[in-house]
């Protein structure tokens, strides 16, 4: 694969515009399990490290089964853990939300709750995929993502809802992460083309579910919906991924790069 | 030797314990959606419960080893993704033994219908998650006693 990062919305070939969907999805799971990882042992109480550590099990299980079709469908001989720990940061395909550094707990669970109500309509549209090996890992994936959204939704209420503290600190998650909210929902070339052809969900048409839940669960939670619609992009594309990535990557990625190979 | 009937396998690999539960079977939690010959080579089809699962590859490995301990010397261990695992294929069998374990089985309602230890009914959610990624934390109220319950999925 090249190196040079594609411009905004930029498809190849067909084989290709499956490889990099698959990537997108693949590297999603991984970058926000391994930012979910980053807390084990360092959770404000023993149940929650527990519950994060959980769901970054389930992202990074998916990760696997995402990556490995997408290693299959490239046919280059490359494996999953090749995909994540070879590549650079300019050959990831997650949405900049996801790279987000994890913050507070309350910052952590506000990311999750965003990236949850859009994973588990994705999911379920992915569920019927004319790719059967799509459909198959979307099923499985969509399981243990209704259970993140129901615990990340309680969470963003609980705290949300919860002492002028925790309020104040989840309205400030929330008028962080707001901007990253947008590139999840809006469709470029790359989703048009799986979508088109039957293998994925155009994200245009998940929006409204998205943010049905978002507003109900924030309305909930006394948080008040930050105005304005720009977003940030760059990142299902490459073309323009954050500071934060590449640190992601070095510590992800440092034991493969150091000792090529090594197993156990 | 002569080739075992795949329901003799079957048999068998009732007898092979889930990893982090071992009361209970790998077929007891209905993880094993397959068994036939293919030439001489023995299928045996798995499905992973949770798919970031530690134990599901360790898993593979117990059935494995179980068959060729029994003389099979050809076994293909399988993933199959589809239909997704649910709680629903745990044995009758096997809630039995996770109760007597001291694990609430699943329920649909989502929750555990007594304490495992002393049947009361009182019961408070600790944590949607536990020690495994297909238990979640409960306590009751009338033991005091914190207990897992097995997730319903």
Known sequence: ?264 | MTRPSTDTVWEWLDAVPDPEIPVISVVDLGIVRGVAWRGETLEVAVTPTYSGCPATSVIALDIETALRDRGIADVAVTRQLSPAWTTDWLSEKGRAKLEDYGIAPPRPAGGPERCPLCHGVDLHRISRFGSTPCKAQWRCADCLEPFDYFKCL
């Not at chain 1, 083309?193 to 994200?203: E, F, S, V, Y």
């Open chain 1, 1 to 264: 694969m090249s190196g040079s990062a594609p411009v905004d919305g930029a498809v190849g070939p067909e084989g290709d515009t499956r490889f990099e969907y698959l990537l997108r999805l693949g590297d999603n799971a991984l970058v926000l399990g391994h930012r979910l990882s980053e807390w084990c042992g360092r959770g404000p109480v023993l149940e929650e490290d527990i519950a994060l550590a959980n769901t970054a099990l389930d992202l990074i299980g998916g990760a696997q089964m995402w990556l490995g079709y997408a290693a299959e469908v490239e046919g280059s001989g490359r494996s999953a853990d090749d995909l994540a720990f070879l590549r650079d940061v300019w050959d990831f395909r997650n949405l900049l939300l996801v790279e987000r550094p994890n913050g507070d707990f309350g910052h952590t669970m506000m990311r999750q709750f965003l990236f949850d109500a859009f994973h588990v309509p994705l999911l379920g549209a992915l569920s019927g995929s004319a790719d059967p090996r799509i459909a198959e890992i979307a099923e499985k994936a969509s399981k243990e993502a209704r259970y993140h959204l129901e615990r990340s939704a309680e969470t963003v209420v609980a705290l949300g809802d919860g002492t002028e503290e925790s309020h104040a600190r989840m309205q400030a998650a929330l008028d962080a992460l707001w901007p990253y909210a947008g590139e999840m929902l809006r469709a470029d070339a790359v989703d048009e083309a799986i979508a088109a052809a039957g293998l994925g969900a155009d994200p245009a048409t998940l929006a409204p579910g998205w943010e049905r839940t978002v507003r109900a669960t924030l309305d909930e939670a006394t948080l008040a919906v930050p105005e304005g619609d720009f977003a940030h992009t760059g990142g299902k594309s490459g073309a323009r991924h954050s500071e934060h990535l590449g640190p992601m990557l070095a510590q992800m990625q440092w034991l493969q790069r150091a000792y090529p190979g090594a197993s156990w």
